[in-house]
């Protein structure tokens, strides 16, 4: 397999992952779609690592500092959304407007 | 002649699972939809020699992130199960967008050059990334565990009720 075909898999995880981001209204919906994006981020790492740096294995080491960081803004991203969901009695985004103009 | 056939196997699963996660309207088949696209994502790592990135995707993705979503939505979801509406009203806008995002980025993969690498891809590599884990890279690991317990405090002290 050549090295386009892996990162047009992420271009389209990608961009599969930003549509998700800017439609859904619940927010835990959003914020699966951001692990979407995180992952074609991390698919062009390891592609890039294996076709053209294979002997070392720096974008693995760095996918692995990714998933890490995902894990902890996913901890704090549903804690915020467990901390809305008690004040407005729901995650809708919509209608959490409070820090709009 | 069979990894292409695998990989558009798993490319086909990573798409469509993610198409679902995206559209589906019940929460919580968008997470178990969620969980099979991670779960063939970490196939794609094994066609890519990263066996190790692919144990840590099915360990921390699908076993810790994946399940902290769907604890999420069963604290979260008076109207599982009611037919409630999931998307906005940018959905065409959002999809237009997202489909010209997909042809930019090919596009401009497509015409660039990349220095393909003949060498063979590295055997073992659990034991190389945890030798360079403890070498080169011990700062950062350090500052991400630092990371992970400020998360972990910080999870703790915004969830918490008040007044207890």
Redesign the interface.
Same mark, same amino acid.
Request: proline share 4%; aromatic share 10%; hydrophobic share 70%.
């Given at each position: 397999m050549q090295l386009m075909h892996y990162l047009s898999l992420a271009a389209i995880l990608f961009s599969i992952g930003f549509f998700g981001v800017v439609t859904r209204r619940n927010a835990i919906a959003i914020l699966m779609s951001l692990e979407l994006m995180f992952n074609a981020v991390n698919i062009n790492l390891i592609a890039f690592n294996r076709y053209v740096t294979p002997g070392d294995l720096l974008g693995q080491i760095f996918a692995i500092f990714v998933i890490v960081i995902a894990a902890a803004e996913a901890v704090v991203g549903l804690s915020i959304v467990i901390l809305i969901y008690r004040h407005w009695r729901g995650i809708d985004v919509d209608r959490i407007n409070l820090m709009k103009w | 002649m069979t990894?292409?056939l695998v990989?558009y196997l798993l490319?086909f699963l990573?798409?469509a699972s993610?198409?679902a996660?995206?559209t589906v309207r019940n929460?919580f088949h968008?997470?178990l939809f969620?969980i099979f696209? /991670?779960f063939s994502?970490a196939g794609?790592?094994v %066609?890519? *020699? =990263?066996e190790?990135?692919a144990v840590?995707?099915v360990l /921390?993705?699908v076993g810790?992130?994946a399940i902290? %979503?769907i *604890? =999420?939505?069963m604290?979260?979801s008076?109207l599982a199960g009611h037919d409630v509406?999931?998307?906005?009203e940018?959905?065409f806008i959002?999809?237009f967008?997202?489909?010209i995002?997909?042809y930019g980025?090919?596009w401009s993969?497509?015409n660039t050059f990349?220095?393909?690498?003949d060498?063979?891809?590295?055997v073992n590599?659990p034991l190389?990334?945890g030798k360079?884990?403890m070498t080169d890279?011990v700062l950062?690991f350090e500052l991400?565990s630092v990371?992970?317990l400020?998360?972990?405090i910080?999870?703790?002290v915004?969830?918490r009720?008040e007044g207890n």
């Open positions: - | 990894e292409p990989f490319a990573v798409i993610a198409l996660v995206v929460i968008c997470a969620l696209c /991670l994502i794609i790592y %066609m890519l *020699f =990263a190790f990135v840590v995707q /921390l993705y810790a992130v902290l %979503m *604890f =999420a939505i604290l979260t008076r509406q999931m998307s906005n940018q959905v959002g999809g967008l997202s489909l995002m997909v980025l090919v993969l497509s990349f220095r393909i690498s060498e063979a891809p590295a590599t190389a990334i360079s884990l890279f950062p991400v990371i992970l400020a998360a972990m910080g999870a703790i915004i969830a009720r």
